[in-house]
């Protein structure tokens, strides 16, 4: 059975630092992870998806990395903004499951 | 490109009585999953459909949980009878292909159960 763990579980930094968010996964076997944000009281928004065969992805100023074989992935978020505020979720899909497997989330706070 | 559509947003009832909540995937996506998010916890599946097939539903409550997909698009998740312990946010997801490419999510069912 799959698990996920998020480190940390919070995080509050000044705006404008650089962010390392660590994911890690039991099971190697997957098809790809995905990172999502969650706003309070809202869904899951998807912010990048890596494929099994890729090490990493890139969007604006978030890059997420993944080492398959070590289950480790994690989210670089450059230049933070109080607007990054949010819970982030690394899933994996695959590992025994279809579906996504979640963590807990790590809960994101940028001051002004 | 229409997102994912929940309904209601929002649900409170009384333990024991019955709730149901409503999905409609983005158009094309043949695999559906229903999860439950409890505060402070992430998401944990309950049941997943390939077109109108429940592949996976290991960690559905059966006793009072049941879903369908009758026609292979929406999707209906009822509880009967609710427990206080019940209390989550229901969301909904799907994507193009079974197991590859991006899950997308709606923005969920919140139920209290008082």
């Known amino acids: 059975k799959q698990e996920v763990t998020q480190i940390p579980a919070a995080l509050s930094v000044p705006e404008g630092e650089n962010l390392v968010l660590n994911c890690s996964f039991t099971d190697s076997a997957i098809y790809n992870l995905q990172w999502f944000r969650q706003d309070p009281g809202k869904g899951l928004t998807s912010l990048l998806l890596?494929?099994?065969?890729?090490r990493e992805q890139t969007s604006g100023r978030l890059n997420a990395s993944l080492d398959k074989s070590s289950g480790r992935s994690t989210l670089y978020i450059a230049a933070s903004q109080p607007g990054d505020s949010a819970t982030y979720l690394c899933?994996?899909?695959?590992?025994?499951?279809?579906?996504?497997?979640f963590g807990k989330g790590t809960h994101l706070i940028i001051q002004p | 490109e229409a997102g994912v559509a929940q309904s209601p947003r929002y649900k409170i009832i009384e333990k024991r009585q019955s709730v149901a909540f409503w999905c409609n995937p983005i158009s094309g996506h043949a695999t559906l999953y229903w999860y439950q998010q409890i505060l402070g916890q992430g998401p944990k599946l309950l049941i997943q459909?390939?077109?109108?097939?429940?592949?996976?539903d290991s960690q559905l409550p059966k006793d009072r949980f049941s879903a369908e997909r009758l026609k292979g698009v929406d999707s209906t998740l009822k509880i009967q009878p609710a427990k206080l312990e019940d209390s989550a946010v229901y969301l909904c997801?799907?994507?193009?292909?079974?197991?590859?490419?991006?899950?997308?999510f709606g923005e969920g069912s919140r139920l209290t159960v008082l």
């Open positions: 997801a799907s994507r193009l292909v079974r197991g590859l490419g991006e899950l997308f």
């Open positions: 899933a994996p899909s695959g590992g025994g499951a279809d579906g996504l497997t």
């Open positions: 459909f390939q077109n109108n097939g429940v592949v996976d």
């Open positions: 890596i494929q099994s065969s890729q």
